[in-house]
Structures are given as structure tokens and as C-alpha cells.
């Protein structure tokens, strides 16, 4: 078993749509969550960063970490074409530099 | 946020040869810098710690050999890729820490453009 699994896609939306894309993962010392955003032949660009549980929400982007589910979700609400994009899900440790990431999710939003 | 800067974005070399790849970190300190490979619709490999003043660590299966890191300042580390072959050709991204004084680490990692290598 994967440490973070991440759905792979692709996940195709129309424009305007609610998106929702999600991780989970078997390490339960994992503390803090980072979403990244990856467009083609680009490094990846971080989005999100949630510590420990709960919500945080900027602009049209939303991210949620269930730690009792070991669960986190990355919601983009009315999305947009500029937002196709690989979406890498990333966490760590307490006190370890090393960041585990997820396979990451494909999205493409059609115009 | 911080911004990192790889250079060159891409490059292109014969087998046998040796390319350098540049990482710094532009406006913070990070003593810290990690080293990523990734290929065509596949997530970050991690392949070695880069550490200020020391050496680096390699995660396993990446040959320290091969794959030579220096981070000779807070602000620079660099890998160099010994005797390419055609199976090195790769992305390879690198990503830091704000380690600066008084930061605490909150565990953010911001990351380079990347850089495209192909190995004829």
C-alpha cells in the first residue's frame, strides 16, 4: 500500500463547476497538508497549506484535512479553464523535512 | 510566497557528458534543498537531500555518484548529473525551505521551474 494515494484521473469538468479532489493516507504522524498546482512542463506551484485539522479556504479554493479519516480534500469552486492543471497533494511529518506526495490528479476544465 | 530559481530550464547533451543544474533560492535562506526527479505523467521522486556545509543525502537507489550535489551557500545548491546516458533524461525539479532566522518550520516547500534534461 501506497503512503498517499491519489487518484490519478483524468477528471473532466465544464466550466463553472464545483471540483472536488482528494488524497488519503496511512500515516497517521503526518501533520501538516500542502495541495500544489502543476501545469505541464512547469514545477509544481504550492496552492494550500493546512496544519493538522480542519478547513481553510483562499479565493476559490478550499482545502479540508480529516486526520481522524486520514482524508484531505481540495475543493475549487467555479472553476475555470487557466485551472487544468496536474493537482499534487503533499504532507509531512511533525519534524521530518521530507514531503510524501500523491500521484497527482489530472484536471481539465472545458470551456 | 518564496520564490526558487532553476537554471537552465532545459538542456540538451551528449551521452558521457556532465550537466550542471542550478537551484537558488532568491529572496530567503534555506539551508535546505531537496532534489526531485519526475517523469512524464508521474508525481516527485524525491532523490537526495541537499544540506549547507555538508554533504548530501541520497534516498535509496539514487547513486551519489552519479548524481553529485553541492550546496556550497544558503542560497545555492546544485546537481550535476556525471556521465549522462539516454536514461537519465528527466525533469528534474528542486524545492527549499525558508530557514531563515526566527522562521519556524512550518514544513512549506516551494519548488523551481524544473529542468528538462535529454540525454542524445
Known amino acids: 500500500q501506497k503512503e498517499v494515494e491519489q487518484d490519478p484521473g483524468p477528471l473532466s469538468v465544464p466550466e463553472g463547476a464545483i471540483v472536488s479532489l482528494n488524497c488519503t493516507y496511512s500515516?497517521?504522524?503526518?501533520?501538516?497538508f500542502m495541495w500544489y498546482r502543476q501545469y505541464s512542463r512547469k514545477g509544481p506551484e504550492l496552492l494550500m497549506y493546512?496544519?493538522?485539522?480542519g478547513n481553510k479556504e483562499d479565493g476559490r479554493f478550499t482545502a479540508q484535512v480529516d486526520k481522524s479519516s486520514k482524508y484531505i480534500s481540495l475543493f475549487i469552486r467555479d472553476s475555470q479553464p487557466s485551472d487544468s492543471a496536474t493537482y499534487l497533494c503533499a504532507m509531512g511529518g511533525p519534524y521530518g523535512n521530507k514531503l510524501v506526495f500523491g500521484a497527482g490528479t489530472i484536471l481539465r476544465v472545458k470551456s | 510566497g518564496a520564490v526558487v530559481s532553476q537554471h537552465p530550464s532545459w538542456v540538451i547533451c551528449k551521452s558521457g557528458t556532465s550537466v550542471k543544474i542550478e537551484c537558488r533560492s532568491l529572496?530567503?535562506?534555506?539551508?535546505?534543498m531537496f532534489w526531485y526527479r519526475q517523469f512524464p505523467k508521474q508525481s516527485l521522486m524525491l532523490m537526495a537531500t541537499s544540506n549547507e556545509g555538508s554533504k548530501a543525502t541520497y534516498e535509496q537507489g539514487v547513486e551519489k555518484d552519479k548524481f553529485l550535489i553541492n550546496h556550497a551557500s544558503l542560497t545555492l545548491s546544485t546537481l550535476t548529473v556525471t556521465s549522462a546516458h539516454p536514461e537519465d533524461s528527466s525533469f528534474y525539479i528542486c524545492s527549499a525551505r525558508d530557514t531563515g532566522q526566527g522562521k519556524p518550520n512550518t514544513g512549506e516547500l516551494f519548488f523551481g521551474e524544473g529542468s528538462r534534461l535529454t540525454v542524445l
Open positions: 500515516n497517521s504522524a503526518f501533520q501538516y
Open positions: 529572496d530567503f535562506q534555506a539551508t535546505t
Open positions: 493546512t496544519y493538522s485539522s
